[in-house]
């Protein structure tokens, strides 16, 4: 069956005069060329057609009236290429998406309104190689569960978040740029899910990405730099995983975990933020794996009876202490490296840190123990640098080198297991008005740290 084609040119007497006059006409599979111009309607597509750009992107332009949408998909399969959507409605969206799957390539939509685009009810997208522009509110809004692609796309000139996912939608999100929103870059919330893959985010006024209530998320690849607040913020009971992701320049946090979250964050770079590197509050318990935190301030921060896990992890550079654990957090280390001007590690306030296979050189105490806290130390190493413990705390050490002296007052605890300490003048150990136990002798070594 030979495919229908038909065109739209206001000029032509053959041609339709509008792209609803043309619609009205055309079948099921219906190819519609549209001349170059602009076009003052609001058309709503109930057959599954496809709509071009007769001369290419940039030639034909759609506006919408004052009220509602200037698109409306509701059939199988609409495909939009190289067209222009322009939107004026401050409440409704540009392209309404509520049935059928719209294939969008090549398409530009700007507006001033609550969103760009919405994909709710059993409608889905399948977004390449656009550009998003909204100047008061969101970019794309999917809340329907069939799923969705948006791949190779630009957003600019966002007035709240880029990309929201809500309800129980889902979206996968590939390749694409997200630039300077006002909100957040990538919001999912209540049931929904996002894979985001390949995408460059950069100067978001809020939460580069943000995921509450039930979200799920995969994230890989991610590039995120320049926000004004938080670069990721995790607050779901869902799974995440985060991979390979690279967060620079923060204004303030960059990772913030809470909310009971248990999110697995693999071989991900924090650099440059302007106050701490990973926060987790809350109660959360994730785990990192193969991470860099470097040029912040304070690397770690964790309190709110949270458990965090790090299995080799660098914290480089930290300009005051490297990692803080209080309010009664736990925080397990296997194979850290801690490099820094402040304190190394800190615990007080009934916090429990376990270090294994430690390296920590830093110009305060390698590990600084108060206010109830506790810390362990196995087959580690403080370089140029020693331990304070202090007002109720307790440290124990197993095979533990120090390279300058253990404090222990107002009640402290140490025990200590076969440790050495490097040679330097003075006293390996500080005691006033605390206890040291030892296993073994206090061994003196010949080697002397820079």
């Known amino acids: 069956m030979t495919r229908q084609i038909l065109v739209v040119a206001p000029d032509r007497p053959e041609a339709h005069p509008s792209i609803g006059a043309a619609l009205r006409e055309a079948r099921d599979g ?40 200037t698109l409306i998909v509701d059939a199988a399969t609409v495909t939009l290429s190289a067209l222009e959507f322009i939107g004026a409605d401050e409440e409704a969206p540009i392209l309404d998406v509520r049935r059928g799957e719209a294939v969008l390539d090549g398409c530009a939509i700007d507006g001033a309104g609550r969103m760009a685009v919405l994909a709710h009810e059993s409608g ?10 909204n100047r008061l509110g969101a970019g794309i809004v999917v809340t329907s569960a069939e799923g969705g692609v948006v791949e190779q796309t630009t957003f600019a000139e966002i007035g709240s978040s880029a990309v929201v996912v809500s309800e129980r939608g889902r979206l ?15 919001y ?7 894979d985001v893959e390949d995408c460059v985010i950069i100067g978001c006024g809020k939460p580069a990405v943000a995921l509450e209530h039930n979200a799920g998320a ?16 995790i607050a779901t009971r869902a799974e995440v995983v985060v991979e390979d992701c690279d967060f ?28 701490v590197g990973v926060y987790v509050t809350g ?15 304070v690397g770690i921060v964790a309190d709110g009876a949270s458990v965090l896990t790090f299995n080799e992890v660098d914290v480089l550079y930290a300009q005051r202490d490297a990692v803080v ?16 001007s402040g304190d190394g590690v800190t615990a007080s306030s009934g916090s429990e840190v376990h270090i294994s296979g430690g390296v920590l050189k830093v110009s305060g105490a390698g590990v600084a123990v108060s206010g109830i806290a506790q810390l362990s130390l196995e087959s580690s190493m403080l370089r140029a640098c020693g331990a304070s413990v202090v007002a109720d705390a307790s440290l124990t050490a197993t095979d533990t080198e120090f390279s300058e002296e253990i404090v222990i007052r107002d009640r402290g605890r140490a025990v200590l297991h076969s440790c050495r300490m490097v040679s330097r003048a003075g006293e390996a150990v500080d005691l006033r008005d605390g206890e040291i136990a030892l296993s073994g002798p206090m061994v003196p070594t010949a080697r002397c740290e820079a």
């Open 218 to 233: 995969q994230l890989a690849r991610l590039r995120v730099s320049d926000g004004e607040g938080l670069d990721l913020y």
């Open 124 to 133: 889905t997208l399948a977004v390449r190689d656009c550009r998003i522009a």
């Open 325 to 340: 654990v209080s309010g009664g957090a736990t925080a397990h280390f296997e194979g850290i490296v801690v490099e820094g």
């Open 30 to 69: 219906a190819l519609i060329f549209i001349a170059a111009g602009t076009y003052a309607e609001q058309v709503v597509v109930d057959r599954s057609v496809t709509l071009s750009a007769e001369q290419g992107p940039g030639s034909v332009r759609i506006c919408g009236g004052e009220q509602g949408s």
């Open 248 to 275: 620079s320049g923060s204004a303030g946090i960059s990772v913030q975990i809470a909310g009971g979250s248990s999110p697995v964050l693999t071989e991900c770079l924090i650099a440059d933020p302007a106050r």
């Open 172 to 186: 996968t999100v590939n390749g694409c740029t997200i630039d300077r929103p006002v909100g957040n870059g990538i």
């Open 283 to 297: 109660g959360a318990r994730p785990r990192f794996e193969r991470m860099q935190i470097e040029g912040a301030p």
């Open 188 to 194: 999912v919330n209540r049931y929904g899910h996002a």
